[in-house]
């Protein structure tokens, strides 16, 4: 069983800095890619940044210059954010990219982790 394990969110004020991380573990394939998506209450999830396994990224245009995914081993992916907003406040999810027999692709997701950004 795939297991995604989120960590690191929390309150903070506008204008500061939360670091989220996400261990997957149990995965018999190749993770391809990992990433973060996030979710407000009324609204559809979107996708915040993802990174595949030669370090390429992309983030959503409207976090573009705050915040920064990366890959600690193929494994763990974080997420910091920095110059937070009030409307970065989410549920947000780690999600993975599993390439397993047949070169069939399986996309796993955590639980999620709140982040709260408020003065």
């Known amino acids: 069983q795939v297991q995604l394990v989120e960590s690191g969110g929390g309150l903070v004020q506008p204008g500061g800095s939360l670091r989220l991380s996400c261990v997957a573990s149990?995965?018999?394939?190749?993770?391809?890619?990992m990433g973060w998506y996030r979710q407000a209450p009324g609204l559809q999830r979107e996708l915040v940044a993802v990174?595949?396994?030669?370090?390429?990224t992309n983030y959503a245009d409207s976090v573009k210059g705050r915040f920064t995914i990366s890959r600690d081993n193929a494994n763990t992916v974080n997420l910091q954010m920095n110059s937070l907003k009030p409307e970065d406040t989410a549920a947000y999810y780690c999600?993975?990219?599993?390439?397993?027999?047949?070169?069939?692709?399986?996309?796993?997701w955590g639980q999620g982790t709140q982040v709260t950004v408020s003065s």
């Open positions: 999600t993975a990219g599993i390439m397993t027999k047949g070169y069939k692709r399986s996309d796993y």
């Open positions: 149990g995965s018999d394939g190749a993770i391809v890619d």
């Open positions: 990174i595949n396994n030669i370090h390429i």
